[in-house]
Nanobody
């Protein structure tokens, strides 16, 4: 059983910053690969970035240079530091975990949501202009 709980979502003005957290519990497989995704109303779920077991990180072009993924293994917590937020960043943000059985860095960084079987409930980020 894996439980992922996101927090930190809020309403901010354009140019602002937020830090999202994702607390993992249960059999988290030493977090081989975790990812952040987001979904805006009426749009498909979009990959934001992934972090692999060796600390490799890859970001979507839309957030590169503005968002930073990190993790605290001792706390089993994944973070997404977001800065220079834009109204286009408004979305529900989800963290996701990949099973180690399916792990490869290419799959972890592929941005394919189907590669992640475990998901949190999401946290809402709203950016106003």
């Amino acid at each position: 059983q894996v439980l992922l709980v996101e927090s930190g979502g809020d309403s901010v003005q354009s140019g602002g910053s937020l830090r999202l957290s994702c607390a993992a519990s249960g059999n988290t497989f030493s977090a081989f690969c975790m990812g952040w995704f987001r979904q805006a109303p009426g749009k498909e779920r979009e990959w934001v970035g992934s972090i692999g077991s060796s600390g490799n990180i890859r970001y979507a072009e839309s957030v590169k240079g503005r968002f930073t993924i990190s993790q605290d293994n001792a706390k089993r917590t994944l973070y997404l530091q977001m800065s220079s937020l834009e109204p286009e960043d408004t979305a529900m943000y989800y963290c996701a975990l990949m099973s180690p059985v399916a792990y490869s860095w290419s799959r972890c960084s592929s941005g394919q949501s189907g590669a992640f079987p475990y998901w949190g409930q999401g946290t809402q980020v709203t950016v106003s202009s």
